[in-house]
């Protein structure tokens, strides 16, 4: 064998072993298959979105990818220091019925690793939740409801906010309707609201959401408390 075909040989082998190397080292492809959390056989959560609640009642809102895991981990950035901050993440998986959620407290400054929820998922409405007409309805289905702060002084207002979804989307977008001790206190169909303390006690504040029909109505009530100025 001749000297410049073995020095081609060589050079040949050394390019196949770094090539070797390279694929060994490379990441591992997924074959197009993402990174969600597996709710039920064939029923994925890949991305959710989130609200943040300030202690002055301020809300910020956004997405977060949703990995493997139930346990998801939000990075915040930004929020003045402060104490009895509140986050709220809310998905509906890729089956457009399953809805998923959770919620905690954190103060400001956040950790860097980000603020961890744990989301719980709850499977489609049952029958009876469901009017029959014409076509199949399913009902509202309230996600977590949030008061900030969830106690105040007389003469000041607390930031009131629910999440909710609706599995089959209709037959209207979702409205809702705040009452405090069963008495309406804001006339607005939005999500957020506004509870102003006119005096001490404590109140039983509810949340309905309806889709446009009539008996297909759900409500969620939670406690706050006004104290003395």
């Known amino acids: 064998m001749s000297a410049s075909q073995q020095n081609s040989r060589i050079v040949f082998f050394a390019l196949c072993?770094?090539?070797?190397?390279?694929?060994?080292?490379?990441?591992?492809?997924?074959?197009?298959?993402?990174?969600?959390?597996?709710?039920?056989?064939?029923?994925?959560?890949?991305?959710?979105n989130y609200w943040v609640?300030?202690?002055?009642?301020?809300?910020?809102?956004?997405?977060?990818?949703?990995?493997?895991?139930?346990?998801?981990?939000?990075?915040?950035?930004?929020?003045?220091t402060a104490t009895g901050y509140q986050l709220i993440v809310s998905?509906?998986?890729?089956?457009?019925?399953?809805?998923?959620?959770?919620?905690?407290?954190?103060?400001?400054?956040?950790?860097?690793s980000g603020v961890g929820v744990t989301l719980t998922c709850a499977a489609p409405p049952a029958p009876g939740q469901a009017l029959v007409t014409a076509t199949?309805?399913?009902?509202?289905?309230?996600?977590?409801?949030a008061a900030s702060p969830s106690s105040i002084a007389v003469g000041n207002s607390m930031a009131l906010q629910v999440t909710a979804h609706d599995p089959d989307s209709g037959p209207l977008a979702l409205s809702y309707a705040w009452a405090a001790n069963g008495v309406s206190f804001t006339s607005s169909p939005a999500a957020s609201a506004t509870f102003t303390c006119t005096q001490p006690g404590t109140f039983q504040i509810s949340v309905a959401a309806s889709d446009g029909e009539a008996t297909c109505v759900v409500s969620q009530t939670f406690t706050v408390t006004c104290t003395e100025s």
Not at 21 to 31: F, H, I, V
């Open 17 to 48: 072993a770094l090539g070797a190397a390279m694929m060994s080292c490379a990441e591992p492809r997924t074959d197009g298959a993402s990174i969600a959390l597996q709710v039920s056989p064939g029923v994925t959560l890949s991305t959710a």
């Open 91 to 112: 998905g509906l998986a890729s089956d457009q019925l399953t809805g998923c959620s959770g919620s905690t407290t954190f103060n400001s400054p956040p950790p860097s």
């Open 136 to 145: 199949l309805n399913f009902c509202p289905v309230i996600d977590g409801v």
């Open 53 to 80: 609640i300030a202690p002055d009642g301020k809300v910020t809102a956004g997405t977060v990818a949703v990995g493997t895991s139930a346990m998801v981990r939000v990075i915040l950035s930004g929020f003045p």
